[in-house]
């Protein structure tokens, strides 16, 4: 599903459904498998699989998959188990978190990512010799 550099784990199984161009869905979605969105969601979408989220696409609701690519626009917080990749043509308006978070060159982006990360051993040093395990930082624009 991923395109570029990211690529992104499908179960081999994994169904794909589709909101082609055009479809305009008010509501929750939920399901298994993974999720492709060409066209509008008004609700929340929570996946056990991935979701991609078109160019020319809109989401607006929170987002809880296994991992997303974002190429058109969402506005909601993401919550995934896998990578976030922000592609530049993306607008995203929310908090994301996951195990992985690309924010492409050019992408439109307003909120805070978190993620989990090992400070470099000049900063640790900095610390006072404090125990530097991996920590929850939080960082937006």
């Not at 060409?38 to 991992?67: F, H, K, P, Y």
């Not at 978190?114 to 404090?130: C, I, M, N, V, Y």
Request: charged letters at 25%.
């Amino acid at each position: 599903m991923a395109r570029g550099s990211t690529t992104t784990h499908r179960e081999p199984d994994a169904a794909e459904s589709l909101i082609g161009r055009g479809a305009r869905i008010r509501g929750r979605v939920h399901g298994d498998g993974a999720l492709r969105v060409e066209g509008s969601v008004e609700g929340n979408i929570q996946l056990t699989g991935d979701l991609e989220i078109e160019d020319g696409a809109s989401v607006t609701g929170d987002v809880e998959a296994s991992s997303l690519v974002v190429s058109g626009q969402l506005t909601g917080d993401v919550t995934s188990r896998g990578p976030v990749t922000i592609r530049a043509t993306a607008q995203y308006a929310g908090n994301v978190g996951g195990s992985e978070v690309i924010l492409e060159e050019g992408a439109a982006f307003a909120g805070r990512i978190e993620a989990e990360f090992d400070l470099p051993a000049e900063l640790s040093e900095r610390t006072g010799g404090r125990a530097q395990s991996p920590r929850r930082e939080s960082a937006g624009r």
